[in-house]
């Protein structure tokens, strides 16, 4: 079955850094765009990053432009989401979640999720 486990989350300061990982199984993950989405308390769980099958394609949603980078490693069946310059409003649980495609578009699983807290 498939299974997507997130780790990485933790609690740091504005202006600080991490790097969450997603190790996949269950199926092809080379044939997959795998996304980031997080969710904060009170809010809807909104996208944050994409990544095409090779990771030749990428989006990022207007928010952490410039501060955050998905990156997929097929060899390793994981994918990444660096974050850097944090900020509070970074705060959420952080999900990655399966495309449902090799292409960017929709997404079929999602994993129980990492908590990153930001403090100010």
């Known amino acids: 079955q498939v299974q997507l486990v997130e780790s990485g989350g933790a609690l740091v300061q504005a202006g600080g850094s991490l790097r969450l990982s997603c190790a996949a199984s269950?199926?092809?993950?080379?044939?997959?765009?795998m996304g980031w989405f997080r969710q904060a308390p009170g809010k809807e769980r909104e996208s944050v990053a994409a990544i095409s099958w090779k990771g030749g394609s990428t989006v990022y949603a207007d928010s952490v432009k410039g501060r955050f980078t998905i990156s997929r490693d097929n060899a390793k069946n994981t994918v990444y989401l660096q974050m850097n310059s944090l900020k509070p409003e970074d705060t959420a649980v952080y999900y990655c979640?399966?495309?449902?495609?090799?292409?960017?578009?929709?997404?079929?699983?999602w994993g129980q999720g990492t908590q990153v807290t930001v403090s100010s």
């Open positions: 979640a399966r495309g449902r495609m090799s292409y960017i578009r929709d997404y079929d699983y």
């Open positions: 269950g199926f092809i993950f080379s044939n997959k765009a």
